[in-house]
Nanobody
Framework: VQLVESGGGSVQSGGSLRLSCAAS????????VAWFRQAPGKEREGVAA???????RFTDSVKGRFTISQDNAKNTLYLQMNSLKPEDTAMYYC???????????????????WGQGTQVTVSS
């Protein structure tokens, strides 16, 4: 299983980026995908996920600014990030492959497979 993120980069505050996560060796399902981020010195944080019932979940700090989606034909997960802020600066990771759907969707223990990450840097 391989997950490859792309689309990261450096943008100014207020800008937008779209992250992609291309999967191979595994078919992404609708209810077991998520994006996480980790800033230096901080714990990995769940940013956005698609939950068991198909609904989306977002951490409070990105609600209204980020959207999560997927293209099943391309087996690819996306994270659209708008109105970026300096505090969004982090390494962003995609995750899939549920260990247990009993674990909440933004929790890292839910997922078996992780990408290597793509860096997002937002300057003020």
């Amino acid at each position: 299983v391989q997950l490859v993120e792309s689309g990261g980069g450096s943008v100014q505050s207020g800008g937008s980026l779209r992250l992609s996560c291309a999967a191979s060796g595994y078919t992404i399902t609708n209810y077991c995908v998520a994006w996480f981020r980790q800033a230096p010195g901080k714990e990995r944080e769940g940013v956005a996920a698609i939950d068991n019932d198909g609904s989306t979940r977002f951490t409070d700090s990105v609600k209204g600014r980020f959207t999560i989606s997927q293209d099943n034909a391309k087996n690819t997960l996306y994270l659209q990030m708008n109105s970026l802020k300096p505090e969004d600066t982090a390494m962003y990771y995609c995750a899939t492959g549920c260990r247990s759907t009993a674990v909440q969707a933004l929790g890292p223990l839910r997922y078996n497979y992780w990408g290597q990450g793509t860096q997002v840097t937002v300057s003020s």
